[in-house]
């Protein structure tokens, strides 16, 4: 079945350092790609998306590229902040399914030091 | 009101007991679902609803049994737990049928079974 794998956490930055999360993505057919952060005590808010291959998504300075040919879709921002610090997940859903029916990483945890 | 709300937010039980959990959209969403959240494994869907009914269940234990009376409310009910159900239970919508959605999730309810 469909599957999401994402690099293991925590992860530890300085603040205005570089980030990557990577995320890679197993499905049959073509799916939707999301990534949601989860900052302490809260929900799960949509950070960003990408529909088909090679769409970008961008939000907030975060980058993430849907990448067909390595099933990838790796969460890139160039400069964090201590605000940034949650915990990120990678996301899938079958487009012939449900929007909210969706396939998860088991997330990775980002903290920024100041 | 706005967004996808939850209640309680925090909620511990005997596992003898009866309970419910919340959920309320005010996005004109049709579709609701349940997902549960445990430590170190990724997001797990339960339910699915859309238009009101139940397009999904996944594998999970009859002890959780959900109610969805209209489109913009969503229950659980919780009998006889164990202790592995505590975990923090994460309610979402969508709208399906419209092009370039997502999901939105609410604050979770925080469950100990004790």
């Known amino acids: 079945g469909d599957s999401v794998t994402q690099m293991e956490g925590p992860v530890t930055l300085s603040e205005e350092a570089f980030l990557t999360i990577n995320c890679t993505y197993t499905?049959?057919?073509?799916?939707?790609l999301f990534w949601y952060v989860q900052y302490p005590g809260e929900g799960l808010q949509l950070l960003l998306k990408a529909t088909k291959a090679d769409d970008k998504g961008s939000n907030k300075g975060f980058e993430a590229t849907y990448r067909k040919e390595t099933t990838s879709f790796h969460l890139e921002k160039g400069s964090v902040q201590v605000s940034d610090s949650a915990v990120y997940f990678c996301?899938?859903?079958?487009?012939?399914?449900?929007?909210?029916?969706?396939?998860f990483g088991k997330g990775t945890k980002l903290s920024v030091k100041p | 009101e706005t967004g996808v709300t939850q209640t309680p937010r925090h909620l511990v039980m005997g596992m003898t007991n009866k309970k419910s959990l919340k959920c309320e959209q005010h996005l004109g969403h049709n579709a609701m679902y349940w997902y549960k959240q445990s430590a170190k494994k990724p997001l797990e869907l339960m339910f699915v609803?859309?238009?009101?009914?139940?397009?999904e269940n996944n594998s999970v234990p009859s002890r959780f049994s959900p109610e969805c009376p209209n489109s913009s409310h969503l229950f659980l009910h919780l009998h006889t737990l164990q202790p592995e159900d505590s975990a923090l239970y994460l309610c979402a919508s969508s709208h399906e049928g419209l092009p370039n959605t997502e999901a939105f999730f609410g604050q979770g309810t925080r469950l100990t079974v004790v």
């Open positions: 996301a899938l859903s079958d487009n012939g399914g449900s929007q909210g029916n969706l396939i």
């Open positions: 609803y859309n238009f009101k009914e139940q397009t």
């Open positions: 499905a049959t057919g073509y799916p939707s």
